[in-house]
C-alpha cells in the first residue's frame, strides 16, 4: 500500500497570554491508501489540532508549527503542506482537491444565509472554473442522492435550518466529496446525533469510502465507534500519540497503559457487566509542562523516577504496533 | 435489589408545549410527553432510555416540577409523607423538592459562575431555612461524599475539571437527602475516562443511602451497566419497559431491537453490512396520531399498526411493550450473558 499523507515529528505550540500550550509533542503518524485511519483521544489530546494543522486552518497565531513536516503524497508529489503559505491558490487547491473535511456540528458549519445548494456547489465552482453551470448542478444532485438525500432537487433550493441534524450531515458529506478528494478527514462526525442517525452515517461513510476509492482519517473520543470503523488506530493523550497500530491489535492486545485503562473503564454492551476501573485524577491542564511521560499521574503501572523525568522513546514491533511508554523500552 | 416499595407513581404524564405559529393561526402542540406511566420502587436504579427529542428530559424536569404537568398525576409516598405533585400547595412542594432532586448534564452551565463551592453547595440548605452551623457540617460532610476535600470549598466552579464539576452538581442534589434523585444525562458531557469515576460514585451513594434513581441516558452502555430496570421511550412514549435483562435480551418492540443493533460495539470490528439499520427520523411531535408512533420507520409494520391506538400491554414477568405485532414477531437482542458463565 501507498502511503497518501505523512506525518513526522509534528510540534505545535499556542502562544497565549496565560502561558504556551504543547498541543503537539513529536505526533508521527502515516496514512495509507484506501485505508480508514481511527484517531482516539478525548478532549485536549490534540486530535482536533492535528486534522487543522493538515488542512491549514489553524489560525497562525496563536497556534505555531515549532518543527517537524507533513507531507501529502510523500512518494510521488511530496508536497510540504507545513511549508506552503495557508492562504493562497497551492493549499486552496490541496483543500477540498486532495483532502476535504466533514465537521462535527452539523448546524453551526452550514451557513444559514445560503441555501444547501449554493454552499455545496459553491466548492465545485470556484474549484472547477471549466464545468458548466449545469454540469455543476448535476455533479451536486447525483451526490446528494448518493449520500441518501430524498428528492434532492427540492432539497438543494432549502435552507440548512429546515433539516435535522442527520440530513445536514449527509449534506455536509456530500458537500466535502464535490472535488473527489483522496482523503476524507471526518472530525467526530457522529457525536452531535443519535445512535440510530449515527449508525446510518457510519454506514454512508463506510460505503462512500470505498466507492470514491478514498482514505480517511476518523477522528473520535469513542472507542466503540473507532473500533468499528477504523482499520488502524492512533492513540492520543495530551498532544503525543501514545500508541498506533492495526484496529485488532490495539484492542485486543492494547500496549500502553493509557489505552488498557481506557479499554477497561467504559461501559460496553457487548461484554458482560462487570465493575468499571475508572482512569483516577483527570486530564492535567494544558499548560503543564511534562518532561516525562504525559499519563504520568494518572498512570498505575508506572515504574517510578523514569517515567517521571525521560521521554518515553518509540517502540515499534513487527507486526507494526507502535508504543510510547517505558515498559516497553 | 429494591424492596417492593413504590415511592414514586407516575400515572398518564402529560407535557405538551404550545407553539404559536401565527397570531390568528390556531395554536398547536408540542407533545413532548404524551402519556407515560411508571413506577418506581424505593432503592432501584430506572433508566430512561431514548434519542434526542424522546421526551425524556421533559419527563425529568416534569418529575421535578421545573415543568408544569399538562395532566396526570405524580405521586409521592415515601412512608412518612405522601404528596401528588398536581394538586399540592406551596410547603408540599417545598417537601417535595425536597425529596425529589436532580443532577443536570452539563456540569459548566448549570453551577452559577459567580458564587464559589460553598454557597453552591449550600444553597439548598439555605433555601430550605437550616440554621447555620449544621449548614457547614452538612456541607463539608457532602463534599467528602463526593470525593472533593475541604479546600475546595472557597473555589469558584471555573477552576474545576468537568468531572470535578459534577461532582459538585452532585453535592448539590445530595445535601439536603433526597430520596429520589433524577440524573438528566449526568455523565454525557464527561470524559471516557472521567464517564466511569461519576457512574462508580452514583453507585457507591446509592449502595450506602437507598436512593432511587431515575437515570436519563440516551447511552445504552451507560444505561445497561447501572440500570435495573429499563424504559425505553419514543416520541414521548414509552415503548418498551421492564427489567435490564427482558429488554436487553429479548426486546419485544422493533425500536428497541433498532437501538441496540445501532450502538457502536467494540466487538463489531468491520462487520459491514450486519445492521439491521433504522432508516428515517423520529416523528414530528405536533402532529396528532392514532396509531404507532414509530410506524413511518418500523421495518414490522403492517397497516393495522397505523390504525391501532398505542398501548402498553403486558407480555410476561411485568415486561411491557407498545408493539401490538410483538407476539407474530421475533426480535433480537443482545444475548451476551447467556454466552459467559
Known amino acids: 500500500m501507498q502511503r497518501i499523507l505523512e506525518v513526522k515529528d509534528l510540534s505545535i505550540n499556542f502562544y ?73 491558490d497551492t493549499y486552496r487547491n490541496v483543500r477540498w482537491n486532495d483532502i476535504s473535511m466533514i465537521f462535527q456540528e452539523p448546524m453551526s458549519s452550514f451557513s444559514p444565509l445560503h441555501s444547501i445548494g449554493d454552499q455545496i456547489s459553491e466548492a465545485l465552482t470556484l474549484h472547477r472554473p471549466e464545468l458548466s453551470e449545469t454540469d455543476v448542478l448535476s455533479v451536486c444532485l447525483g451526490l446528494l442522492e448518493k449520500v441518501g438525500i430524498p428528492s434532492p432537487a427540492m432539497f438543494f433550493k432549502r435552507y440548512p435550518h429546515e433539516f435535522s441534524g442527520g440530513m445536514r450531515q449527509r449534506a455536509m458529506i456530500a458537500m466535502a466529496l464535490v472535488c473527489n478528494p483522496k482523503i476524507l478527514i471526518a472530525d467526530e462526525p457522529t457525536t452531535a446525533l443519535d445512535v440510530t442517525i449515527e449508525a446510518q452515517i457510519l454506514e454512508l461513510l463506510e460505503s462512500i469510502k470505498s466507492e470514491f476509492n478514498m482514505s480517511m482519517i476518523y477522528i473520535s473520543h469513542d472507542l466503540a465507534v473507532i473500533g468499528e470503523i477504523s482499520d488502524r488506530i492512533l492513540v492520543m493523550y495530551l498532544g503525543r500519540v501514545v500508541e498506533s497500530g492495526v484496529a485488532d491489535e490495539v484492542i485486543d492486545n492494547p500496549l500502553h497503559p493509557y489505552t488498557r485503562a481506557l479499554l477497561k473503564s467504559i461501559p460496553k454492551i457487548d461484554q458482560p457487566i462487570e465493575s468499571l476501573d475508572p482512569i483516577e485524577g483527570s486530564i492535567p491542564s494544558p499548560f503543564e509542562v511534562h518532561t516525562g511521560c504525559p499519563f504520568y499521574s494518572r498512570c498505575t503501572e508506572r515504574l517510578g523516577e523514569i517515567c517521571l523525568r525521560q521521554k518515553p522513546a518509540h517502540k515499534t514491533y513487527n507486526n507494526g504496533h507502535k508504543v510510547s511508554c517505558h515498559l516497553h523500552a | 435489589m429494591h424492596d417492593e416499595k413504590v415511592i414514586l407513581q407516575v400515572n398518564d404524564l402529560k407535557k405538551y408545549f404550545s407553539l404559536r405559529t401565527g397570531f390568528f393561526s390556531e395554536t398547536r402542540y408540542i407533545r413532548a410527553v404524551d402519556g407515560v406511566s411508571f413506577e418506581l420502587y424505593k432503592g432501584e436504579t430506572l433508566g430512561i432510555i431514548g434519542e434526542s427529542g424522546c421526551g425524556k428530559s421533559t419527563l425529568g424536569r416534569s418529575l421535578v416540577n421545573l415543568y408544569n404537568i399538562t395532566s396526570g398525576s ?26 425529589v432532586q436532580i443532577i443536570f448534564q452539563d456540569p459548566f452551565s448549570s453551577l452559577n459562575p459567580r458564587i464559589n463551592v460553598f454557597e453552591t453547595v449550600a444553597e439548598p440548605l439555605i433555601i430550605h431555612r437550616y440554621p447555620k452551623e449544621e449548614i457547614e457540617q452538612k456541607v463539608s460532610e457532602v463534599i467528602a461524599q463526593v470525593g472533593l476535600r475541604d479546600e475546595h470549598l472557597r473555589r469558584y466552579p471555573h477552576s474545576f475539571s468537568g ?88 426486546p419485544k418492540h422493533p425500536y428497541t431491537e433498532a437501538l441496540l443493533d445501532a450502538v457502536p460495539k467494540i466487538s463489531n470490528r468491520k ?71
Open chain 2, 74 to 99: 405524580v405521586l409521592y409516598n415515601d412512608g412518612d409523607q405522601k404528596i401528588n405533585l398536581i394538586n399540592a400547595n406551596d410547603r408540599e412542594k417545598k417537601n417535595y423538592t425536597k425529596s
Open chain 1, 16 to 88: 497565549l497570554r496565560e502561558g504556551v500550550v504543547h498541543a503537539l509533542t513529536d505526533v508521527n503518524f502515516e496514512v495509507f491508501e484506501n485505508e480508514t485511519l481511527g484517531v482516539i483521544g478525548e478532549s485536549g489530546s490534540g486530535k482536533s489540532v492535528t486534522v487543522q494543522s493538515i488542512l491549514g486552518i489553524l489560525s497562525q497565531p496563536p497556534a505555531k508549527i515549532v518543527s517537524g513536516s507533513i507531507r501529502f503524497e510523500p512518494e510521488s508529489r511530496n508536497l510540504e503542506l507545513n511549508l506552503l503559505p495557508t492562504y493562497g
Open chain 2, 163 to 250: 468531572g470535578q464539576r459534577q461532582r459538585i452538581g452532585i453535592a448539590r442534589s445530595l445535601i439536603i437527602s433526597p430520596k429520589v434523585i433524577i440524573c438528566d444525562e449526568a455523565v454525557s458531557a464527561l470524559d471516557v475516562s472521567v464517564q466511569a469515576q461519576i457512574i462508580n460514585l452514583l453507585k457507591e451513594l446509592q449502595a450506602r443511602y437507598h436512593y432511587s434513581y431515575i437515570f436519563i441516558s440516551h447511552d445504552m452502555s451507560v444505561i445497561r451497566h447501572i440500570c435495573d430496570r429499563i424504559a425505553v421511550m419514543y416520541a414521548g412514549r414509552i415503548v418498551e419497559f421492564g427489567t435490564k435483562e427482558e429488554v436487553l435480551n429479548s
Open chain 2, 271 to 341: 462487520s459491514k453490512g450486519k445492521r439491521k439499520i433504522l432508516s428515517g427520523e423520529p416523528p414530528d411531535l405536533s402532529r396528532e396520531r392514532i396509531g404507532c408512533n414509530m410506524f413511518e420507520r418500523c421495518g414490522y409494520r403492517i397497516d393495522a399498526c397505523q390504525a391501532t391506538p398505542m398501548k402498553l400491554s403486558d407480555v410476561g414477568s411485568h415486561h411491557l411493550t407498545a408493539c401490538m405485532r410483538t407476539k407474530e414477531i421475533q426480535l433480537n437482542g443482545l444475548s451476551i450473558e447467556a454466552k459467559q458463565p
